[in-house]
């Protein structure tokens, strides 16, 4: 029985893959928002004047770098909470097989234990500071990190230097990524 409800599972979570995909395949780039180059591990005054900003557009190289001109807001940020939440679930799920393995060995259920943590207190951490950046007056914000990289799409008519400094600052603190690595963008 508990093989069945596994194929269901996985069944029931390639099917979203699958609509998701359709989805963003469908759709437009992200506008994406001028990022500053400088380090944010240093404190950032971000009413300096010499933060240099790099403006140019970045080509959508994942799923979640595409966004639908006519898709509501509501519906954008829903569909990229479902398609990071489905894909840390496939990553819990691979974690859970290699720890519930008989014939794994233990230094593998070690990581898979030591991986399966780090995905839960990620989530809980994105979570968290999606709810930061809600406080600082923004409507919805999503956060996605992976690997040493973290995108942030925030929902606003437009977003000034001042904000996405202060957005990066907070992603740094709490996501201990250097701010080089962090790409502020908005939907409206």
């Not at 894909?87 to 230094?107: I, W």
């Amino acid at each position: 029985m508990v093989l069945k409800k596994q194929t269901v599972w996985l069944l029931s979570m390639l099917t979203i893959m699958v609509v998701l995909s359709a989805y963003y395949l469908l759709q437009g780039p992200v506008e994406q928002v001028p990022v500053a180059t400088e380090q944010l591990n240093q404190k950032v005054d971000p009413t300096q004047e010499d933060v240099q900003v790099d403006s140019q557009q970045i080509m959508p190289q994942t799923m979640e770098d595409l966004v639908a001109p006519e898709a509501s807001s509501e519906d954008y940020f829903l569909a990229m909470k479902m398609n990071r939440d489905a894909h840390n679930s496939l990553k819990m799920e691979e974690y859970m097989t290699v720890m519930t393995n008989g014939d794994a060995s233990a230094e593998a259920i070690t990581e898979a234990k030591d991986g399966y943590e780090e995905l839960t207190t990620m989530q809980e951490t994105e979570t968290n500071v999606e709810n930061l950046i809600k406080a600082m007056g923004f409507n919805e914000a999503v956060v996605i990190a992976k690997d040493d990289k973290v995108n942030v799409i925030v929902q606003a008519d437009k977003l000034d230097r001042t904000k996405a400094v202060e957005i990066m600052t907070l992603i740094s603190k709490h996501l201990d990524v250097p701010g080089k690595n962090v790409v502020v963008s908005y939907k409206q």
